[in-house]
């Protein structure tokens, strides 16, 4: 995101952010449109080689709203939804059913059963006991591909490893049970078999994984001779959260996957594959940012200094989630001394800390605005009403504008199922 200091105030996009607190309030997710629309093109330029069909499906669960899904359809992105209110935010911001995939690790009968009536073009079937309820509950032909564990360990927090073969997710090519889901797809009434899908992990920076994934694959569908249609490799491509992060190499590392897998078709005498990839984080994560207001500046002499705003683990889970960090930025610039800080939320967890041991200007007080970078991706979609916190408004801000893309919860919806 373009955030720069320009008389010694922060400002996105030319506009000063004291005057966006002042429309929007805090906390408020702001994100940079066009840098989205520009990700988006990224993949499509990455991918746009002669010879390959692709598609890329956008994951949701990184941030999903009406707004962001029109936004999608318009750089001709598809979607993946792993829940019935993914797949109606999806299909409430016009993404095509035929273009929604429909994953998760245990789809609910209600679930299958709504996709299906929605037209869902594509599911990945991700447990053997899938085959058989997918097709009982089909009255049409369903297209699907196999999630499968190629059994590749990634250097990322364990919480967001999946393609190890200790998993709940998909089927282990290495105990069989991948090419008996198969032959149970091949012999079902309604599955058509198209291809295969894996997803090794999240916030991946190496190249290596996806090529060791796909000479896996490729290989075992030689030995048991399965053509496929389509390869789905999942997304986890790796973003920049501070100064200390690399980025997923996309151009290069799609250049050399897609040599890959020519050579690999070519030496296997197989037909090259519709490949499908499926990034969240790295559309949204380094567009958006949040905005918060500062509070109580607690000093506890010779020990630390706690600032807290007026958001926190409500609106920011991944520090305390997975201890990941982030770059925050006071709004107005001061010249003089910076304290080492922790920034903490206002929520009743010790665990609520926004940023461990950074430096801030030593006059922050109440009132001042700070920003969080690069919160784009799984934050407004994890975040939660603990201690009755409202959700966050977000804006999106282009070069015609900013707009408001969803508002501020209100107090009233906080308590709008319950019976009085
Ligand atoms: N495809 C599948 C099948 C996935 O499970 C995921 C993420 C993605 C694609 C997108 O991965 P991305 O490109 O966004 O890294 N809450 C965690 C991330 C959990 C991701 C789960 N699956 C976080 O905050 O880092």
């Known amino acids: 995101m373009m955030i720069e200091y320009v008389d010694n105030e922060l400002q996105i996009k030319g506009h000063p952010l004291s005057e966006v607190a002042d429309k929007y309030g805090t906390p408020l997710f702001i994100y940079d449109e066009d840098e989205i629309r520009e990700n988006c093109r990224r993949y499509h330029h990455a991918l746009q080689k002669d010879e390959i069909g692709y598609s890329i499906s956008y994951a949701s669960k990184a941030f999903t709203s009406i707004q962001l899904v029109r ?29 929604i995939h429909f994953h998760g690790n245990n789809k609910t009968r209600e679930e299958i059963e709504y996709a299906l009536s929605a037209g869902v073009g594509l599911f990945v079937v ?9 097709d009982d509950i089909a009255q049409h032909p369903v297209q699907v591909l196999l999630r499968v564990n190629p059994g590749v360990d990634v250097d990322t927090h364990s919480y967001i490893q999946t393609g190890q073969a200790d998993s709940k997710f998909g089927l282990s090519i290495s105990n069989g ?4 889901a198969i032959k149970e ?10 291809g295969l899908h894996y997803h090794l992990g999240s916030q991946l920076t190496e190249i290596q994984p996806f090529i060791d994934a796909m000479e896996m694959v490729l290989r075992w569908l030689k030995e048991t001779d399965i053509q496929i249609e389509v390869l789905n490799m999942g997304g986890g491509y790796g973003i920049k959260y501070t100064e200390k992060d690399d980025r997923f190499p996309i151009e290069e590392a799609f250049e050399e996957i897609i040599n890959k897998l020519k050579n690999l078709c070519r030496q296997y005498s197989m037909a ?6 499926e990034p969240g984080r790295s559309i949204v994560a380094e567009a958006g940012a949040t905005l918060y207001e500062t509070g109580v500046v607690k000093e506890i002499p010779g020990v630390s200094r706690y600032v807290s705003i007026d958001g926190g683990m409500s609106d920011h889970l991944r520090t305390a989630l997975y201890g990941a960090e982030y770059t925050v930025l006071p709004v107005k610039k001061e010249e003089g001394k910076e304290i080492r800080s922790h920034i903490v939320g206002k929520l009743c967890e010790s665990g609520d800390v926004i940023s461990k041991d950074i ?5 922050i007080t109440r009132g001042d605005l700070l920003v ?13 009403n603990y201690n009755q916190m409202r959700k966050p408004a977000v804006v999106f801000i282009s070069d015609e504008g900013i707009r408001e893309i969803i508002k501020r919860q209100a107090l009233a919806q906080l308590i709008e199922n319950d019976v009085t």
Do not use: C, Q
């Not at 991700?126 to 997918?134: G, N, R, T």
């Not at 430096?359 to 006059?363: D, G, Q, T």
């Open 126 to 134: 991700d447990a053997l006991d899938e085959v058989a309820l997918i």
């Open 177 to 180: 049970s991948a090419l008996e």
């Open 359 to 363: 430096a801030l200007p030593e006059n």
């Open 272 to 277: 090259l594959p519709h490949i499908m990839i």
């Open 71 to 99: 936004l999608l359809r318009e750089e001709n992105m598809k979607m993946d939804v792993v829940s019935a209110g993914e797949l109606y935010t999806a299909l409430a911001g016009g993404m095509p059913a035929e273009d």
């Open 185 to 194: 797809i091949k012999h079902s009434r309604n599955l058509e078999f198209k």
């Open 372 to 384: 969080v970078k690069s919160t784009g991706a799984y934050h407004y979609s994890m975040a939660s």
